[in-house]
């Protein structure tokens, strides 16, 4: 497809800006921007008191024109901190440029040094850059010829747009770069927007972290037994494994595999485990000051989107509050007169694996609202009258079969997650071959074709190339999560244009606030946009959610952290701040939601998204 015509002009943009007060986490203050027109070159210089006196840009951002920059959000950060409408086109080359490399390899890296590497143009060194960010970061004042330098500098990123423009054009997914450049426009306000935290919490967590390590060490290892001081030994965590009956994962040495990734792994199988692997979690890992927390205490940090190969987001793990420890997520808390909605797909990669492959068996198990039930009534392993109580052992055991498969796990992985010989994970493994054959079939064909054709992509258009050295697992799961990835999206692009004040995107769930008498509409309205995002990637099949609701002066929090926040309060003399079993948000039924009241937004539906998005 050819460059769309634009009669208002191809706009060239690039801001400089720093975090105001110089405190990460605070919103961007811009000094200065460059905007230049494609096809004429005229350009436009404007310092940052010229900026405070424009009501909009100073160049068309309506439908007649398209806005063009590397990494759009941060160029959109300063359109909201201006106060400026954003433009309706935007063209984002960096987005354009990983789509097109996504999986090979990148000498030079994927910022916009790297992509101009890539195609052989001229750029700036890397010192200078860093030196002029210096430059900028230092906030001023600066002299007339300091601010001409700032500009000039700002100006040497536009001239790169400039040149690689024309090289990336034929690289350019031309059909659905509007819709790639309307998510950028959503990442910048879930930026700005950041996560509302507890700060009163924080503070008393970053001066006494340290002096409560040793009596945390002694409050949680009480049930274990496996510290001797401040030291994990091994030895006496094997002894407690065996005195358990826990099967665990070993290195090809025959130690334990005391990785986090397996301790995380381990935990969601064996449940008592959690404080423990939350402990070593947090003393080898806890940085509390790199979370990035603004003046207002709201967690902001860049959320790095479409970083992964899957093209889902990445935000650091450590200034991104879903990125540590799930008990410090204890630290998320509306404020006064809100509420918080984690809203997420309900068994999203199951349901996404259904509807792509065409399998009706696994559609139908789905549709129950509980697959992992399903699959065993449908492998005949239980009755179908029983329940997930009456059978909650096979339950588990069939659950941890269906995600094993996502992760693309052997049965010896699978015999450690259910506590069982191999022999009864190679049993499950194979009843779901059997009952989901058409599945099967068609995974192991979007293999062949990864493998033999050299790609994989979405059903809108992300991909990603194959290497020499392939991993089986990581492209069986490419479709689910890539595709689940395309519907988050789609559903923050929708719910942002709609109004709705989205905190992050994690994962397969959006972080939603509102006030208390609007939030039960707003979730509504959420739970049918993703519904209808859901039906748009998967051809019509649509994808439920579920609510989890944290109204103030509840905190957010999830399970697996309960039992280390509370210990972490009582050994920081905060008692009140514990969370009861009770306390960490609720999850009103799916299909029981109020429906909401009439007002300017407009519920989403399969057709809308479709003709929006086609």
């Known amino acids: 497809m050819n460059m769309p015509h634009y009669p208002g002009g191809l706009w060239l943009v690039d801001f400089e800006f720093h975090p105001a007060h110089g405190r990460e986490g605070n919103p961007p203050v811009p000094v200065c921007m460059v905007a230049r027109e494609f096809i004429t070159g005229r350009t436009l210089r404007l310092w940052q008191d010229d900026l405070a006196c424009h009501a909009v840009a100073p160049f068309p951002t309506d439908a007649s024109a398209l806005f063009v920059a590397y990494y759009a959000p941060a160029e959109m950060g300063c359109f909201l901190a201006l106060g400026w409408p954003t433009p309706e086109n935007v063209l984002d080359l960096f987005i354009a440029f990983r789509r097109h490399t996504n999986g090979r390899l990148l000498p030079a890296g994927n910022g916009l040094l790297g992509a101009l590497a890539f195609y052989g143009l001229d750029a700036i060194a890397a010192d200078e850059k860093n030196a002029m960010r210096d430059l900028v970061l230092r906030r001023g004042p600066w002299n007339a010829a300091e601010q001409r330098a700032i500009l000039d500098y700002c100006e040497s990123d536009v001239r790169a747009l400039a040149k690689l423009l024309p090289a990336m054009r034929h690289a350019i997914d031309w059909s659905r770069a ?81 990785q986090d990734d397996t301790f995380k792994d381990m935990a969601r199988t064996h449940p008592q485990l959690a404080p423990l692997r939350e402990l070593r979690s947090a003393l080898s890992q806890m940085r509390l000051s790199d979370l990035t927390v603004g003046d207002d205490g709201r967690n902001r940090c860049m959320l790095s989107m479409f970083r992964a190969k899957t093209g889902r987001n990445q935000p650091s793990n450590t200034r991104f509050i879903f990125g540590p420890s799930v008990w410090l997520r204890g630290l998320i808390q509306p404020p006064p007169g809100y509420g918080l909605a984690y809203v997420d797909w309900s068994q999203q990669e199951f349901g996404i694996a259904a509807a792509l492959s065409g399998d009706v068996r696994m559609m139908e198990a789905y549709a129950s609202g509980d697959p992992y039930l399903a699959f065993a009534k449908q492998a005949g392993a239980v009755p179908q009258d029983a329940t997930k109580h009456s059978h909650k052992a096979e339950r588990d055991q069939f659950k941890a079969c269906v995600l094993a498969v996502q992760y693309g796990m052997g049965d010896e992985n699978l015999a450690y997650r259910i506590n069982q010989p191999k022999a009864r994970a190679r049993q499950l493994l194979d009843l779901h071959r059997h009952t989901y054959r058409r599945f099967w079939a068609w995974s192991d064909g979007a293999l062949n074709q990864a493998v033999l054709g050299g790609k994989l992509w979405t059903t809108f258009g992300w991909q990603v190339f194959v290497g020499d050295d392939p991993n089986g697992r990581s492209l069986c799961n490419f479709p689910m999560q890539a595709n689940g990835a395309e519907m988050l999206r789609l559903a923050c692009i929708r719910l942002v244009a709609d109004g709705v004040r989205i905190c992050a995107p994690v994962h397969d769930a959006i972080l939603i606030e509102a006030p208390l008498a609007e939030l039960d509409d707003v979730v509504a309205h959420t739970q049918a946009v993703m519904r209808a995002a859901s039906a748009a990637v998967l051809g019509g099949f649509m994808l439920e959610s579920d609510a989890k609701v944290v109204r103030y002066p509840e905190r957010y929090m999830d399970e697996r952290g309960v039992a280390m926040w509370n210990t972490v309060m009582d050994q920081l003399g905060l008692d009140d701040r514990k969370v009861g079993a009770g306390e960490t948000g609720t999850c009103p039924p799916v299909g029981h939601l109020p429906v909401p009241a009439k007002d300017t937004r407009t519920v989403l539906s399969m057709s809308d998204i479709e003709c929006e998005y086609a």
Do not use: C
Request: cysteine-free; charged content about 20%.
């Open 178 to 258: 509007a819709l790639q450049g309307r998510y950028a426009v959503a990442v910048a306000h879930m930026e700005h927007n950041g996560v509302p935290l507890d700060t009163e919490v924080l503070a008393a967590l970053e001066t006494g972290w340290q002096g409560i390590q040793h009596s945390l060490i002694a409050a949680v290892d009480a049930d274990y037994g496996v510290y001797d001081g401040t030291t994990f030994k091994r030895e006496r965590f094997e002894h407690y494994l065996i005195g358990k009956g826990i099967a665990w994962p070993r290195l090809p040495t025959g130690a334990l595999d005391l």
